[in-house]
């Protein structure tokens, strides 16, 4: 079952033209690519997938994504409310740690929860079993085998606070525990999960022959072109066939992987040494990631510097020395009001965007190739960041 996704690059200039900007644009047909390759390795293996909210919870697209995959996975209340009331489907909860305050609504929208420690699950679990609902009860695991190379982003790193380690696991509270669930990876192939397998197999695999089902959670980059799709699907097959256990996996990357634009105008350019252009969207309050991991977001049209003739440091409009999102080269020159357009910004941008400095949220809006039609779902304003601050 080797299939790959195929992206068209940009915007139809005549939709790029009418953008009100910064916007961020979702492709549906994009979408519905990764979407129908999630779905046939969801067919092929068994295994339910899960949309992971904390990467992408743009509800509007939800009837869509809720005819391919089996629900959502949430990190917390508000997630698993909006799992429970926007998606309709399967509702997982996995999160570091509960109040106390949130549980017992908590439990009203969850059909699995997962424990990030056994204090927690001595803590909950009589009001588990007082709940009017059926609840399955997991807990989370740390293999303590690294694939992640970037410290932040890997959970299984030196002191992860992220699941029970081999040597803290308690097997005197196992009753009610129908399940394991780990989370190891970080935009990577089947051959880091096939790794990982190995080790949890190996510290775990007593205690997952009295589960019911394991997630091998998510960081599976299952729509990138080079992914070995069929591998994936050896690796759950013989899992669960080995285990007699349900397999979920929970991709939020996968799901909307290059499926996104973020795009943003000139504001001005500037000249220090380079030239710099000011745009209307934010490194910092619209893509962290670009600081965080760092990284360096593709721009349609451009190359690295050098490539083309004329060279821009791309830089936000934040009073943040630092909100630079880096450097390309353009075949023609920039000026107030060019549009410029980064792709793959669906996934850990709308659902990190901020208010910083006062900077106005993305617009939301869906393109459609097969019509050739855009429609904005969602505009922000002052209001919205007046409700943030009192």
Same mark, same amino acid.
């Given at each position: 079952?080797?299939?790959?996704?195929?992206?068209?690059?940009?915007?139809?200039?005549?939709?790029?033209?009418?953008?009100?900007?910064?916007?961020?644009?979702?492709?549906?047909?994009?979408?519905?690519?990764?979407?129908?390759?999630?779905?046939?390795?969801?067919?092929?293996?068994?295994?339910?997938?899960?949309?992971?909210?904390?990467?992408?919870?743009?509800?509007?697209?939800?009837?869509?994504?809720?005819?391919?995959?089996?629900?959502?996975?949430?990190?917390?209340?508000?997630?698993?409310?909006?799992?429970?009331?926007?998606?309709?489907?399967?509702?997982?909860?996995?999160?570091?740690?509960?109040?106390?305050?949130?549980?017992?609504?908590?439990?009203?929208?969850?059909?699995?929860?997962?424990?990030?420690?056994?204090?927690?699950?001595?803590?909950?679990?009589?009001?588990?079993?007082?709940?009017?609902?059926?609840?399955?009860?997991?807990?989370?695991?740390?293999?303590?085998?690294?694939?992640?190379?970037?410290?932040?982003?890997?959970?299984?790193?030196?002191?992860?606070?992220?699941?029970?380690?081999?040597?803290?696991?308690?097997?005197?509270?196992?009753?009610?525990?129908?399940?394991?669930?780990?989370?190891?990876?970080?935009?990577?192939?089947?051959? #880091?999960?096939?790794?990982?397998?190995?080790?949890?197999?190996?510290?775990?695999?007593?205690?997952?022959?009295?589960?019911?089902?394991?997630?091998?959670?998510?960081?599976?980059?299952?729509?990138?072109?080079?992914?070995?799709?069929?591998?994936?699907?050896?690796?759950?097959?013989?899992?669960?066939?080995?285990?007699?256990?349900?397999?979920?996996?929970?991709?939020?990357? #996968?799901?909307?992987?290059?499926?996104?634009?973020?795009?943003?105008?000139?504001?001005?350019?500037?000249?220090?040494?380079?030239?710099?252009?000011?745009?209307?969207?934010?490194?910092?309050?619209?893509?962290?990631?670009?600081?965080?991991?760092?990284?360096?977001?593709?721009?349609?049209?451009?190359?690295?510097?050098?490539?083309?003739?004329?060279?821009?440091?791309? #830089?936000?409009?934040?009073?943040?020395?630092?909100?630079?999102?880096?450097?390309?080269?353009?075949?023609?020159?920039?000026?107030?009001?060019?549009?410029?357009?980064?792709?793959?910004?669906?996934?850990?941008?709308?659902?990190?965007?901020?208010?910083?400095?006062?900077?106005?949220?993305?617009?939301?809006?869906?393109?459609?190739?097969?019509?050739?039609?855009?429609?904005?779902?969602?505009?922000?304003?002052?209001?919205?960041?007046?409700?943030?601050?009192?």
């Amino acid at each position: 079952m080797a299939r790959t996704v195929k992206h068209e690059e940009g915007i139809p200039s005549e939709i790029l033209r009418g953008i009100k900007t910064p916007c961020h644009v979702l492709d549906i047909d994009a979408l519905r690519s990764n979407l129908e390759i999630l779905s046939d390795v969801s067919r092929e293996t068994g295994a339910s997938i899960l949309l992971a909210l904390k990467s992408f919870a743009m509800f509007e697209v939800f009837p869509l994504i809720s005819k391919y995959l089996s629900g959502t996975s949430a990190s917390s209340l508000n997630e698993a409310r909006l799992g429970y009331e926007k998606f309709k489907g399967e509702v997982h909860a996995c999160a570091p740690a509960y109040a106390e305050e949130d549980f017992k609504e908590l439990l009203k929208y969850v059909d699995h929860i997962v424990f990030n420690s056994f204090s927690q699950w001595r803590k909950y679990r009589d009001m588990i079993k007082k709940s009017e609902r059926d609840i399955e009860c997991g807990i989370r695991v740390n293999p303590e085998h690294s694939e992640v190379k970037t410290a932040a982003y890997d959970p299984c790193g030196k002191y992860s606070r992220l699941g029970v380690t081999e040597k803290e696991f308690s097997t005197n509270d196992l009753d009610m525990i129908n399940g394991l669930h780990f989370h190891a990876l970080c935009e990577l192939n089947s051959d #880091a999960l096939e790794r990982t397998l190995n080790i949890f197999e190996k510290k775990f695999g007593s205690h997952i022959k009295k589960m019911k089902w394991v997630n091998f959670g998510g960081g599976h980059h299952i729509t990138r072109p080079d992914y070995d799709i069929n591998r994936l699907c050896r690796l759950i097959l013989s899992f669960s066939k080995k285990y007699d256990v349900k397999v979920y996996i929970e991709p939020g990357e #996968a799901v909307v992987l290059n499926a996104g634009y973020l795009v943003g105008s000139v504001l001005d350019i500037v000249k220090n040494v380079k030239d710099i252009a000011i745009l209307d969207t934010s490194a910092s309050a619209h893509m962290p990631d670009v600081l965080e991991m760092p990284y360096r977001p593709v721009v349609v049209g451009a190359e690295a510097p050098g490539e083309y003739p004329y060279n821009y440091l791309l #830089a936000g409009n934040t009073c943040l020395a630092g909100d630079v999102i880096g450097e390309y080269s353009f075949p023609a020159p920039l000026k107030e009001g060019s549009k410029v357009v980064f792709t793959d910004m669906a996934h850990y941008t709308m659902v990190k965007n901020t208010t910083f400095n006062g900077v106005s949220l993305p617009s939301l809006a869906v393109l459609d190739r097969t019509s050739g039609t855009i429609n904005v779902t969602r505009k922000f304003g002052y209001e919205d960041y007046l409700s943030r601050m009192g």
